[in-house]
T-cell receptor
Framework: NAGVMQNPRHLVRRRGQEARLRCSPM?????VYWYRQLPEEGLKFMVY????????ESGMPKERFSAEFPKEGPSILRIQQVVRGDSAAYFC???????????FGQGTRLTVV | QKEVEQNSGPLSVPEGAIASLNCTYS??????FFWYRQYSGKSPELIMF????GDKEDGRFTAQLNKASQYVSLLIRDSQPSDSATYLC???????????FGDGTTLTVKP
């Protein structure tokens, strides 16, 4: 049973480009959460999704960031026109239900140059 | 005030000692609490969760919850050098789904 799969593991983008981060939840999990971790800091919640629905996006920056979890395929976190301050580790977690334990993927480390 | 606060650390203990990690939370609606271990450059790994007041033991780890004091702790007995990591405390409101994390406490266990 594969765990939460994130790809790519490392992503380098130039300022102004778009970054697409993908997350496939564990089998049987229909709830996905995205978190961002800046160096030497804790995880900050960004968005909580179920299939085809955004449940809570209270942690998402209002501009340039969007997320989706389509009926088929992985969840996508999209960052448009990246800036240096977007450089961070982005972690995806999944759970079988919204109140259960969350299991984390290995993360995508985004570097904006 | 942060929703979840942890000892800033770093915390250093000798091998074989008890490491005590503390966490307080401000949201009285929080119902479940989690301790994650994160090695440098790696993803968080769930090691304990607790929902009810009191103690919960799992091997060398004991989680303690006091909802009246809004306090959660993690004790690691017989600490090993492999326990050296950052420990993240998280709370979850049953109505929200998301977890709120503290900034973590870095533990070093010296041989």
């Amino acid at each position: 049973n594969a765990g939460v799969m994130q790809n790519p593991r490392h992503l380098v983008r130039r300022r102004g480009q778009e970054a697409r981060l993908r997350c496939s939840p564990m089998k049987g999990h229909s709830h996905v959460y995205w978190y961002r971790q800046l160096p030497e800091e804790g995880l900050k919640f960004m968005v909580y999704l179920q299939k085809e629905n955004i449940i809570d996006e209270s942690g998402m920056p209002k501009e340039r960031f969007s997320a989706e979890f389509p009926k088929e395929g992985p969840s996508i976190l999209r960052i448009q026109q990246v800036v240096r301050g977007d450089s961070a580790a982005y972690f995806c977690a999944s759970s079988p239900q919204g109140q259960g334990n969350s299991f984390f993927g290995q993360g995508t480390r985004l570097t904006v140059v | 005030q942060k929703e979840v606060e942890q000892n800033s650390g770093p915390l250093s203990v000798p091998e074989g000692a008890i490491a005590s990690l503390n966490c307080t939370y401000s949201d009285r609606g929080s119902q479940s609490f989690f301790w994650y271990r994160q090695y440098s450059g790696k993803s968080p790994e769930l090691i304990m969760f607790i929902y009810s007041n009191g103690d919960k033991e799992d091997g060398r780890f004991t989680a303690q919850l006091n909802k009246a004091s809004q306090y959660v702790s993690l004790l690691i007995r017989d600490s090993q050098p492999s326990d050296s990591a950052t420990y993240l405390c998280a709370s979850k409101n049953t109505n929200a789904g998301k977890s709120t994390f503290g900034d973590g406490t870095t533990l070093t266990v010296k041989p």
